[in-house]
């Protein structure tokens, strides 16, 4: 079962998060980052799936330094709410809410890793090139390109649809030169899932 706990960032900030256990000594910890809809039931609904298979799982309110307790679902009115609460957020103070959660996984598992969906795709890959993760996994991160000149630093994955061609922005086959030793891999599915992006996940789990 799952519980509100609070984080304090490195600057003072408390931020709510989503925090569940799995039943046992978890095998490893997860920092969950949302979409731009808040930490809603979807997002707390995959962090106890995550627990289950044994992941010690936080979920950070990441729009708590604008607007605390914001959550909406997928209608249209909701999606529009969510995508408005964008231009407000401050990704260097993001990446200190980050920070936070990953120090709350650390605490209570021996490894951290870190996946996101949607601006969570995003802010993945930002904390795997900024902060101290094991691995990151982004889904659909639409803003990696403004970020395509830092590089992660630990095994990555970044899962797209198809429509999403980022290979004029972005050129992925450089981080096979850039880090040799860091994989870096971009998964692109087919047209049948283009109805549902922001369901690939749910999908595929």
Wanted: net charge neutral; hydrophobic share 50%.
């Amino acid at each position: 079962m799952g519980e509100w706990i609070t984080l304090t960032a490195a600057d003072g900030h408390a931020l709510s998060a989503w925090q569940v256990r799995p039943a046992s000594t978890p095998k490893a910890g997860l920092v969950l980052v949302q979409e731009a809809f808040g930490v809603n039931a979807h997002i707390r609904d995959v962090a106890g799936r995550f627990a289950a298979l044994g992941y010690l799982v936080v979920a950070p309110a990441m729009y708590d330094r604008v607007e605390r307790g914001f959550e909406v679902g997928y209608g249209e009115a909701d999606i529009a709410r969510g995508i408005a609460m964008l231009p407000g957020l401050d990704w260097d103070k993001a990446l200190l809410d980050v920070d936070a959660a990953r120090a709350a996984v650390c605490a209570m598992a021996p490894k951290a890793g870190i996946i996101g969906y949607c601006f969570g795709g995003s802010m993945a890959w930002l904390s795997a090139c900024r902060l101290s993760f094991d691995a990151a996994v982004c889904y659909y991160g639409s803003r990696i390109p403004a970020f395509s000149g830092e590089n992660p630093h630990c095994p990555l994955i970044a899962h797209f649809i198809h429509t999403f061609n980022f290979d004029s922005l972005f050129t992925w086959n450089s981080y096979s030169i850039v880090q040799p030793v860091i994989l870096v891999k971009r998964q692109v599915y087919p047209s049948i899932y283009d109805r549902f992006p922001h369901f690939l996940f749910v999908i595929l789990f």
